[in-house]
């Protein structure tokens, strides 16, 4: 063992004999919130959030409030007051793809006539490019395991690239954001292949985007050694970017787009800031953890049609006592909707339709069951009022397996999408210009008083 390593290890030591002062000087007891009035989580009692701020994008709907009680109602997800349904409806029954569409309209609150988005999509695919040398230089020389980290690494690269990075203004921005939404594929894809090639000992390759290819059908052909795909595939996963565009102005990542922005930063460091929080399994990552929850439900699970053993083998993962220990049902549940969440609602039907053309009816039936039977274990558990939906967390996994995309590209697949809402919260943010600074209530009762070093 070299002598670095003998440091390494003797730091590491010193560290772990000093985690119970960590644990001591930095919890905070939960009843402390309440006594301080103190909103944990942004949340109030009753489960809603803390209104911070105003947004004319999206809204996000799963319970009405009389006399200050949270009465469940069925899901609705509106981008810019237009229920998520008639959007993707709309987009079925003139059978074209909607992503480019919901970029429209979140960024510029409008829908487009059929001359402004052919238009806006030749720009979207005239910036579908990088710059010369970056691929090479930025891309396949820094490899990573994770693929969000580096997206954040790759955003932040193109700062660089930029003449006029930091500049706020309204137009600058929106340039910056159309770009980096038409990147997004690009940098995922290439991404990928490097990972795959470096780390898994892959054959490195990397197409060139279609020229007239919508984002979805460029995903597809961008991270596929063939680049082939089925109409079908490409119809479901424009879905899935519709449905990841926005979701109100308080999830975790677009109020981080919010908070930065707030400050005067620029767009690269907003944006990779919103990828952070998306990677989180408590945000963006729990497509991932939900997947893999699947996928040991299916392992441990012997006979996959029979409620009884799914519903034993739940319980175990509700104790802590299975799957990754956190006692959580992943792809059950939502912080806003309640009856049914309108994502999931959609999501489930191309579901049904894609795994009767791919054979994945048994895998499709054992979500159906474990929807079905996390439901009456929940009602068991906190009573018969209690109401639990599954989220769109649940069907993307299953989605995307069927079309043979690998789980390290989830959560950059949602990443894709939700950038054209952070833009949108990017450009409502700075058009406020008022930074955000709340408070945090001080505890003192461990207040330490100075001593000379000599004398600790």
């Not at 639990?388 to 043979?404: A, R």
Request: glycine fraction near 8%.
């Amino acid at each position: 063992m070299t002598d670095a390593h003998l440091e390494i290890d003797k730091l590491r030591a010193d560290i772990a004999n000093r985690m119970h002062y960590l644990r001591e000087n930095n919890s905070i007891e939960p009843e402390l919130y309440s006594k301080y009035n103190i909103k944990r989580g942004l949340r109030n009692d009753n489960g809603t959030g803390v209104l911070v701020g105003i947004t004319r994008i999206s809204d996000v709907r799963g319970y009405t409030i009389e006399d200050g009680k949270k009465i469940p109602c069925e899901g609705k997800l509106l981008y810019r007051g237009i229920p998520i349904y008639d959007l993707m409806r709309g987009f079925e029954r003139e059978h074209r793809h909607g992503f480019e569409e919901i970029v429209y309209l979140l960024l510029f609150g409008l829908l487009p006539n059929r001359t402004e988005l052919d238009h806006f999509s030749k720009i979207l695919q005239h910036r579908r490019k990088l710059p010369e040398s970056f691929k090479e230089d930025i891309i396949l020389k820094i490899p990573s395991r994770n693929l969000m980290n580096k997206l954040q690494r790759t955003i932040l690269s193109l700062y660089s690239y930029d003449e006029d990075p930091d500049n706020i203004e309204l137009g600058n921005v929106l340039a910056q954001c159309i770009d980096l939404i038409a990147k997004m594929p690009l940098m995922l894809a290439y991404a990928f292949a490097t990972k795959e090639h470096y780390f898994n000992h892959k054959s490195l390759i990397m197409h060139q985007p279609l020229e007239n290819g919508s984002t979805a059908e460029n995903i597809l052909h961008l991270i596929r050694p063939d680049s082939q795909f089925t109409p079908l595939e490409a119809n479901i996963l424009d879905l899935c970017l519709c449905l990841q565009a926005d979701h109100g102005g308080g999830n975790n990542s677009a109020f981080a787009t919010h908070v930065v922005s707030s400050s005067g930063t620029d767009t690269y460091s907003a944006i990779s800031t919103a990828i952070g929080s998306l990677k989180g399994p408590r945000h963006g990552a729990a497509n991932q953890r939900a997947h893999a929850m699947v996928k040991d439900i299916q392992s441990h699970v012997k006979h996959w049609d029979n409620d009884g053993e799914i519903a034993d083998y739940l319980k175990r993962i509700l104790a802590g006592d299975a799957f990754d220990g956190s006692g959580l049902i992943y792809g059950m549940g939502h912080a806003v909707y309640t009856l049914s969440d309108p994502r999931a609602v959609l999501l489930r039907e191309k579901s049904a339709l894609l795994a009767k053309e791919t054979g994945f009816e048994a895998q499709f039936d054992l979500i159906e069951r474990i929807t079905h039977v996390t439901k009456e274990l929940m009602r068991e558990k906190k009573g018969d009022d209690f109401n639990i939906c599954p989220n769109i967390d649940l069907y993307t996994g299953l989605i995307y397996e069927m079309m043979g995309i690998e789980s390290d590209l989830f959560t950059p697949l949602f990443a894709t999408a939700r950038i054209a809402g952070w833009s949108a919260h990017r450009l409502e943010q700075i058009m406020d210009s008022k930074i955000m600074r709340p408070g945090y209530f001080y505890l003192d009762a461990n207040d330490l008083t100075y001593a000379p070093l000599d004398e600790r």
